[in-house]
């Protein structure tokens, strides 16, 4: 067995370049943050209710996938079980599960929402938490919602980590055995060594509480073509920078990996209804353009309703990328890093002899563009195919009133319209010589 992936499958991810990213589950229902439970210190009878009343009857994962295309995503991945322990797939060692709830009886989430993204041509994956606040197996750490209760902690001394591992192993061995290929692993998170502020042990989890290396291979020859991340304490496939951009592409001990940024709409993963920290499409788009510049991918997460829907404020939001997406696809989907240096406020990607230059700020008249010179034969923008003249300079032109002075030699230098085309981010597509 192989050690890694295929190459096709790396390939793939990133021609890919933009998925979404589904979290959902009971947290919905309070609709207070997907770690509520976490957060205000519930205990599971507290949490019962959201499982009691659990009724997605708008469920429809036809629209989610249908959405997600229609902005420019070409993977999807869901949450099958967050840190809440519930099951959106009926569990044949779990009652934890959709297929338990009194609405929910037999039915399987996952497989609909798997079908429903093949329908749409998408890739498929699926997010897994390694921790499980609702097992009895699992020990209460510095994570768990108990951790301040002192009854809560002695009734728990005797937990053994180790059975609740076979129980992580059986459930990801049902996911990766029931739905045909999968495209995609996603495992969250290790904390080995955390203590708490006070000093105090936190009892952290990791590679030897998950047993990762067996729980790897074990993927690994379920689906040998499956791409794993990288939280399992051990390397993975590729790199998931959490709600932040890098500053450049990834390394590992000096080396490129693979890596994708997963970041939300909003302040939340999971639906939060009182959450107001929405990023704009604007920003979204720039996100996506900077990930892809520096040869990564953008997973974009949406939490749905407790009845089953994209919040309207989140089709708004993709509907909008998905109308920049339409027009300039080119300039990002299997696109790669530029070895050119971008002006000031600007991206570079590049595919074979087109390169794409991302405007985040509109300057005024032109744009200098180092290292071009004699190596472009035409540009456009690319949202409405009108051409960019190229202007050559004198490099000794002194520069003088209305007259712009010399450049030096190997810069290229484009006369820009004075309006900012009405897109998002515009983009000028150069054709190399």
């Known amino acids: 067995m192989p050690d890694g992936p295929p190459a096709a499958s790396i390939e793939r991810f990133r021609a890919w370049r933009f998925g979404l990213f589904v979290h959902w589950g009971l947290y919905a229902l309070p609709a207070r943050h997907e770690w509520v439970k976490n957060r205000e210190r519930l205990t599971d009878e507290d949490y019962q209710p959201y499982f009691d009343h659990f009724e997605p009857d708008l469920y429809d994962p036809r629209k989610w996938a249908r959405a997600a295309r229609e902005a420019g995503m070409r993977y999807a991945v869901l949450t099958t079980k967050h840190h809440e322990g519930f099951c959106l ?9 959709v297929a338990h709830t009194a609405w929910g009886a037999g039915k399987d989430l ?43 902690i002695a009734k728990a001394a005797g937990r053994d980590v180790q059975v609740y591992a076979d129980y992580l192993h059986a459930q990801t061995r049902e996911l990766l055995t029931n739905y045909g290929d999968i495209d995609l692993m996603w495992f969250d998170f290790s904390y080995p060594g955390r203590d708490y502020d006070d000093g105090r042990d936190g009892h952290g989890k990791g590679r030897d509480d998950w047993r990762s290396v067996e729980l790897m291979a074990m993927v690994r020859e379920l689906q040998p073509g499956i791409l794993i991340n990288d939280r399992l304490d051990i390397p993975g496939d590729f790199v998931t920078p959490e709600q932040y951009q890098p500053d450049g592409p990834m390394e590992r001990d000096g080396v490129p990996v693979l890596w994708e940024a997963c970041q939300t709409l909003n302040g939340s993963w999971g639906y939060d209804r009182d959450n107001l920290d929405w990023k704009s499409p ?22 749905p309703t407790a009845r089953g829907e994209f919040d309207p404020r ?41 390169l794409y230059l991302h405007f985040f700020s509109w300057p005024m008249g032109h744009v200098h563009l180092p290292g071009l010179s004699g190596k472009v034969n035409y540009a456009q923008l690319l949202n409405d195919a009108s051409e960019i003249p190229r202007i050559v300079h004198d490099p000794a032109q002194q520069a003088q009133n209305t007259t712009m002075g010399g450049t030096a030699s190997d810069v290229l230098t484009l006369d820009l319209p004075t309006q900012k085309p009405d897109v998002l981010v515009p983009v000028i597509e150069l054709f190399l010589n």
């Open 89 to 97: 797939w009926d569990s044949a060692v779990s009652d934890y599960t």
């Open 110 to 152: 996952v497989k609909q929402f798997v079908e429903a993204c093949r329908e749409e041509g998408l890739g498929v994956g699926f997010y897994h938490s390694l921790i499980d606040w609702h097992h009895p197996e699992f020990p209460i750490d510095l994570m768990h919602p108990q951790r301040d209760d002192e009854e809560a």
């Open 282 to 303: 604007e920003l979204l788009v720039k996100m996506l353009v900077d990930s892809v510049s520096k040869d990564g991918n953008l997973l974009l997460n949406v939490g």
């Open 314 to 354: 989140a089709l708004a939001t993709l509907a909008s990328i998905g109308e920049w997406t339409r027009l300039h696809e080119r300039s990002f989907r299997g696109a790669r890093p530029s070895e050119y240096t971008a002006p000031a406020d600007c991206r570079y990607t590049q595919n074979g002899d087109r």
